[in-house]
């Protein structure tokens, strides 16, 4: 019995250890492969991996890499860009600590 609170203590543990950061998207946004809605949206950091989700909490696929800056950014801050008539969301600035998520973009044309 005591193996399985110990494993309950852990997984509790590693849940906590995740960076949950809340952001807002005020017009349809292209991120990845995923076209997200207006509304708001929460990110979570675990260690390397990134999970973004919807208010209704569905998962959201998009590949991102987290980088560190040599500072600490004071708001969370979402850097987009228009494209082929489309806002593409580049990278999110997360507020309050060094981290920035660079999300890859999905390479789309003909050759």
């Known amino acids: 019995m005591f193996k399985y609170i110990g494993l309950f203590a852990l997984l509790g543990v590693s849940v906590l250890s995740a960076k949950t950061y809340k ?3 005020l017009d349809p946004s292209q991120v990845g492969s995923a076209q997200l809605k207006p509304g708001d949206y929460r990110v979570q950091v675990e260690g390397s991996q ?3 989700k919807d208010n209704a909490g569905h998962q959201i696929d998009a590949s991102a890499r987290l980088e560190t800056s040599d500072h600490k950014f ?3 801050v979402i850097l987009s860009s228009d494209a082929d008539g489309q806002r593409h ?3 999110i ?3 309050g600590t060094k981290d920035k998520l ?3 973009p999905v390479l789309t044309g003909t050759r």
Do not use: A, K, W, Y
Request: net charge negative; proline share 0%.
């Open 89 to 91: 969301i580049n990278s």
């Open 23 to 25: 952001f807002t998207v």
């Open 50 to 52: 990134v999970i973004l």
């Open 74 to 76: 004071q708001q969370t």
């Open 102 to 104: 660079i999300f890859e």
């Open 93 to 95: 600035e997360l507020g």
